[in-house]
C-alpha cells in the first residue's frame, strides 16, 4: 500500500507506536496518539490497525477543527488464546484524513459521501518493548522498610516487661507492709503507663503501612 504525504495532520508519534510494559502478554497497554491539524480548514480523521483482536482505538473517527488537536487512545491487549506478544512491526496503525467541511455533519457521514482515496495516509509501525526490572527496585525497597520498623518497635515493646519484672523483685523484699502497698500501687500506675507506650508505637506502624 503507497504511503501518500500527510503534512497537513502531524502526528505524534510519528513513525511508531510503541506499547511497553514488563507483562504484556498478561496486560494491557495504552498509548496516546495526538493528531494536529496544521491547516485552516477542519478535517476528519480515521484510524484504522491491521488486527482488531490486538488493538482498540478511541475514537476511530472523528473531527479535528483548523490548529486544533485530537487525542487518540490506542490499546493492546493480547487475545486470550495467545501467549506470546507479536513481533516489531508485525502489525501497524494507519491514519487517513479528508475535508469536512460542515461542521453539523457527522463524521462517518463525511466518509460515507467522500469519493476517491483520502486526502493523506500515514502508516505507523507497532513496537513492543518490556521494561527493564530493575525500574522496580525502588519501590521493592519502600516496601522492605516497614520491617526494620516493626523489629524495632518489637524491642520497645520488650522494655514494660522488664520493668515490671524488677518492680515484682523488690515486692519479694523483707519489708514493712506499708512498702509493700505502696509499690503494688505504683506497678498498678506504672502498668498503665507502659501500655500507653506500648499502643503509640502499634498506632505508628499502622500509619507507616
Avoid at 37 to 65: D, G, Q
Avoid at 100 to 118: I, M, N, Q
Avoid at 154 to 173: L, N, Q, R, V, W
Amino acid at each position: 500500500m503507497a504511503q501518500s504525504e500527510n503534512k497537513k495532520l502531524q502526528l505524534e508519534p510519528a513513525d511508531k507506536v510503541t506499547f511497553s510494559g514488563l507483562e504484556l502478554d498478561k496486560y494491557p497497554d495504552t498509548v496516546t496518539l495526538k493528531l494536529k491539524n496544521t491547516t485552516s480548514e477542519r478535517l476528519a480523521y480515521k484510524v484504522k490497525c491491521t488486527s482488531n483482536a490486538h488493538f482498540r482505538i478511541r475514537p476511530s473517527v472523528c473531527l479535528v477543527e483548523a490548529g486544533a488537536t485530537a487525542d487518540v487512545q490506542l490499546t493492546f491487549s493480547l487475545p486470550a488464546n495467545e501467549t506470546t506478544v507479536p513481533e516489531n512491526g508485525r502489525h501497524y496503525f494507519a491514519v487517513y484524513h479528508i475535508k469536512a467541511p460542515k461542521a453539523d455533519e457527522k463524521p462517518r457521514d463525511t466518509w460515507a459521501k467522500h469519493k476517491g482515496d483520502a486526502d493523506g495516509e500515514k502508516l505507523l509501525q507497532v513496537h513492543f518493548k518490556k521494561e527493564a526490572v530493575a525500574e522496580t527496585k525502588p519501590a521493592e525497597e519502600k516496601k522492605k522498610a516497614p520491617k526494620k520498623e516493626e523489629s524495632k518497635k518489637d524491642d520497645a515493646t520488650d522494655k514494660p516487661d522488664e520493668k515490671d519484672s524488677k518492680k515484682s523483685d523488690k515486692g519479694a523484699d523483707g519489708k514493712k507492709d506499708e512498702d509493700s502497698d505502696k509499690e503494688e500501687s505504683e506497678d498498678e500506675d506504672s502498668g498503665d503507663d507502659d501500655s500507653m507506650k506500648v499502643t503509640t508505637p502499634t498506632d505508628g506502624s499502622d500509619d507507616s503501612e
